[in-house]
């Protein structure tokens, strides 16, 4: 279908966030993480309780943002890998998406605000969000959470890390989690899908832009190799938990993500996924502005619930 009618006032706008990601008018990395890619949500949405914290990681302190829900613990517990390319975003980026996961799960939800590139390259991003889930895991309890009740989430990079983390759970045998949400992941470094060649500009996230973070996030692009970078790469999908993938229509990442979820399936993994006709990459973190971002929400949201038991 074409672009969703609640799409088009935006794209423009949207373009040109994204413009200054690549190209000769690129702008300073740290002035580009200083400007929201997408509009911050003005109201947002309450919980329980808000606490900023650091823990410790392989490369020094990682700053945590833990949300907990007016509800009675324990609770399950969701790791949230925020998106930007392994180079953007923040906590604050996706603040409003951890606060509606943290009502609509009634979860205690820990977003995790790794290493970003190029500063900090492969794998010290992937390394830092595998240590928090260690140590939300054996800090379960202190947190108010269940630690048999355990799951990662993510979009975009953060999908990518999520997807990543579940892998390296079950093969270093590391915490059990119960689920793992993917949204719009980026789980492949080939650039060659028919998605990448049919919305490679003019829908937000561009082909260039995903050249760029990839670029600055491997360094030496056959790092791509490996699967704790890219997870479309690792041998086996064999004994990962189950999963949600969300992809949008009109998103280069939406066919390695579908990809992903085909081979996660083939694998003996349970596997919803949902493509959302005429959305674009980002749309979950607009619900403010896009029915379908909060559709997918709470599609996302009960897919936990049920994974939590």
């Not at 390319?85 to 409003?96: A, I």
């Not at 355990?150 to 890390?161: E, K, P, R, T």
Request: charged share 20%.
């Amino acid at each position: 279908m074409p672009l969703h009618p609640q799409v088009l006032p935006m794209i423009e706008l949207l373009n040109e966030s994204m413009a200054g990601i690549s190209g000769s008018g690129a702008m300073e990395i740290s002035t580009m993480r200083e400007v929201p890619l997408a509009p911050l949500a003005e109201n947002p949405t309450a919980v329980g309780d808000v606490e900023n914290r650091r823990i410790p990681g392989p490369g020094g302190e990682i700053p945590i943002r833990i949300y907990t829900p007016e509800a009675s613990g324990p609770l399950p517990l969701v790791m949230f890998f925020h998106g930007g390319g392994f180079v953007l975003c923040s906590l604050e980026t996706h603040d409003e998406l951890c606060r509606a996961l943290c009502r609509d799960t009634a979860a205690v939800v820990v977003s995790v605000d790794y290493r970003l590139a190029p500063e900090a390259r492969y794998p010290a991003a992937a390394d830092d969000c595998y240590a928090a889930l260690e140590w939300c895991a054996a800090h379960a309890a202190e947190l108010g959470a269940d630690g048999t009740r355990i799951a990662v989430a993510g979009d975009s990079a953060g999908g990518n890390l999520a997807a990543v983390t579940a892998l390296r759970a079950r093969d270093l045998g590391g915490p059990a989690l119960r689920h793992q949400t993917l949204i719009y992941p980026a789980t492949s470094c080939a650039f060659d899908t028919p998605s990448y060649r049919d919305n490679a500009e003019g829908y937000f996230l561009t082909a260039d832009a995903m050249r760029w973070f990839w670029s600055h996030y491997l360094g030496d692009m056959e790092q791509g190799r490996d699967p704790y970078a890219c997870p479309e790469n690792a041998a086996s999908l064999a004994g990962l938990p189950s999963a949600t993938v969300i992809t949008a229509e009109y998103d280069p990442l939406r066919d390695e993500a579908e990809v992903y979820a085909g081979r996660l399936r083939a694998a003996g993994v349970e596997v919803r996924l949902q493509r959302y006709l005429g959305m674009i990459h980002g749309f979950v973190s607009m619900a403010d502005v896009f029915d379908d971002g909060r559709a997918a929400q709470l599609l996302v949201a009960g897919e936990l619930r049920a994974a939590f038991g």
